[in-house]
């Protein structure tokens, strides 16, 4: 398996070409931006505008509840600079019900993504390439029936479109979805912990006075 920095060198399964391709567009790097906020809805609509007013285009995003009770937590990836990530940082967590948003390169988080591909079973039963491929990228098969087989794949962004490509080649896909990122930072320290922690204090400050 390649290390979460991105550095699959002995996986063989993806060539430097692919990586390149996928940490960085038209010489911008990926940068994905992690939003916590309230459960509030309409916030998602909110949260887009802020990239489409600078034109910034989102490449895949995840919503989903976090740890902590009551708060979502959104991961969004994007090619732009340092500033540009910085400048959404910023303009997000002027949303009052945004809690706090950071962004990472990806060597400062795992990253995961899951796939599912469905393939033409009489084509899988043709040719015994496909399993090959399949064994070949630690993918499985979840389920079988005489007209589709699913295979699923977690793992890297590379390592998915890698297997794509493969059975593309071998003409045997019917459907294919890909989930977006999902990340958790290599910190020590939890941010929005810190964060909550930090305000409830100030709060408790405030009602002393």
Do not use: W
Request: proline share 2%; with cysteine.
């Amino acid at each position: 398996m390649p290390n979460q920095n991105n550095d699959c060198q002995t996986c063989g399964k993806c060539d430097s070409t692919t990586r390149e391709k996928n940490s960085s567009k038209n010489g911008l790097p990926l940068h994905t931006i992690i939003v916590y906020s309230e459960n509030i809805s309409g916030l998602l609509s909110q949260i887009t505008a802020v990239f489409t007013r600078r034109q910034v285009n989102i490449e895949t995003l995840n919503v989903c509840a976090s740890s902590t009770p009551g708060v979502h937590k959104y991961t969004i990836t994007c090619f732009c600079d340092t500033e540009m990530a910085e400048m959404l940082k910023k303009q997000m967590e002027k949303r009052i019900d945004v809690l706090q948003a950071n962004y990472f390169t990806d060597d400062q988080i795992y990253i995961q993504e899951t796939a599912l591909f469905k393939l033409s079973t009489p084509v899988v039963l043709q040719n015994n390439r496909i399993s090959k491929v399949i064994r070949i990228h630690d993918a499985k098969i979840v389920e079988v029936n005489p007209t589709y087989s699913i295979v699923e794949k977690t793992g890297l962004t590379e390592e998915i479109l890698s297997l794509f490509e493969s059975l593309t080649e071998l003409e045997c896909i019917l459907q294919f979805v890909r989930s977006g990122r999902i990340a958790v930072t290599k910190s020590t320290i939890e941010k929005l912990d810190e964060y909550i922690r930090l305000r409830e204090k100030k709060h408790a400050q405030i009602m002393e006075q």
